[in-house]
């Protein structure tokens, strides 16, 4: 990649405790510490726990034996369980969070939906909208008014600013959810604007939700959201068509590491996946062929 070096603060790594963290999450923490190592970034670790219904603590603790076994490194954030639930779980957070959906609220952007999955899943149209259902209604989501946004400008990694409509199924999403939680959407943005990161490493399967982050953080008024990076790396695949789903499977790395298989050849089998025949001992030599080979901005958009 002949991007130019430009030095950040802080990048990354956010794994989401509902599941086993799998190869393609290596994947992605070697080229986030590779970019780190690269730019002189600081990595955070960073752990999304709102999605209450799914989050276990076997997952969170699976983060931690993770990095460790692979040697991972990272800067600021917890270091082990007992820190994460202490001082580090979004629930530390929710304060902020209600701050920003209150914002909204008051400003008019958002309104209230009552529609189920069902619904939505049968290309059932909603007219939640036009029904102007209160915003205080129970068991209703709240969704931003993406109508008449302006388009996002995007950062790109490789220098350049992608302009991007927000795609069919952004339109007016989800930002507080029915359980009351705030959404992926709104906890991601309200984070990385609160721990000050400048450089967004995730895979090319996010790029919707960057655009939507970033038409969120203009109704926030939060203008600064423009100047982070974003570098979307491709996914590491099951089979074509098929990328890698958290699980007890063979390619988490819990199974790897039960089985008997060192940190090792665990990177030399994500360099296999990937095509690569050098031999890849770890984070660093993987990230830095990987950050080199494959392609990433231009498959977003």
Same mark, same amino acid.
């Given at each position: 990649m002949s991007s130019p070096i430009i030095n950040f603060a802080k990048t990354r790594i956010a794994p989401t405790p509902s599941g086993f963290l799998h190869l393609g999450n290596v994947l992605s923490f070697a080229i986030t510490a590779a970019l780190a190592e690269k730019t002189g970034a600081k990595i955070l670790l960073r752990i999304d726990d709102l999605?209450?219904?799914?989050?276990?603590?076997?997952?969170?603790?699976?983060?931690?034996?993770?990095?460790?076994?692979? @040697? =991972?490194?990272?800067?600021?954030?917890?270091?082990?369980? /007992?820190?994460?639930?202490?001082?580090?779980?979004?629930?530390?957070?929710?304060?902020?969070?209600?701050?920003?959906?209150?914002?909204?609220?008051?400003?008019?952007?958002?309104?209230?939906?009552?529609?189920?999955?069902?619904?939505?899943?049968?290309? @059932?149209?909603?007219?939640?909208?036009?029904?102007?259902?209160?915003?205080?209604?129970?068991?209703?989501?709240?969704?931003?008014?993406?109508?008449?946004?302006? *388009?996002?400008? *995007?950062?790109?990694?490789?220098?350049?600013? =992608?302009?991007?409509?927000?795609?069919?199924?952004?339109?007016?999403?989800? *930002? /507080? /959810? /029915?359980?009351?939680?705030?959404?992926y959407q709104l906890t991601s943005l309200i984070d990385d604007l609160f721990y000050g990161v400048d450089l967004v490493v995730r895979g090319e399967d996010l790029w919707a939700s960057t655009l939507a982050q970033h038409q969120l953080a203009s109704a926030l008024g939060e203008d600064n959201f423009g100047d982070v990076t974003f570098y979307h790396h491709p996914l590491l695949m099951e089979t074509p068509g098929k990328k890698l789903s958290k699980s007890a499977g063979a390619t988490s790395i819990k199974y790897l590491r039960e089985s008997g298989e060192k940190a090792a050849a665990v990177y030399q089998l994500i360099a296999s996946m990937l095509g690569i025949k050098e031999t890849v001992v770890n984070w660093r030599k993987l990230g830095e062929i990987a950050v080199n080979r494959i392609p990433g901005q231009q498959n977003v958009h």
């Open positions: 999605d209450r219904a799914r989050t276990n603590k076997l997952y969170v603790h699976d983060i931690f034996d993770t990095l460790n076994f692979l @040697e =991972i490194p990272w800067d600021e954030g917890p270091r082990s369980v /007992k820190d994460f639930e202490d001082g580090y779980s979004q629930i530390h957070r929710m304060a902020i969070y209600h701050s920003a959906l209150q914002l909204l609220a008051g400003e008019g952007k958002v309104f209230a939906c009552t529609c189920s999955r069902r619904q939505l899943a049968n290309d @059932e149209p909603c007219t939640c909208f036009k029904r102007q259902i209160p915003l205080t209604r129970e068991n209703a989501s709240w969704r931003l008014i993406t109508a008449n946004r302006p *388009v996002p400008a *995007v950062k790109s990694f490789d220098g350049n600013v =992608i302009h991007a409509a927000l795609p069919t199924e952004m339109h007016d999403f989800i *930002v /507080k /959810k /029915k359980d009351g939680f705030p959404a």
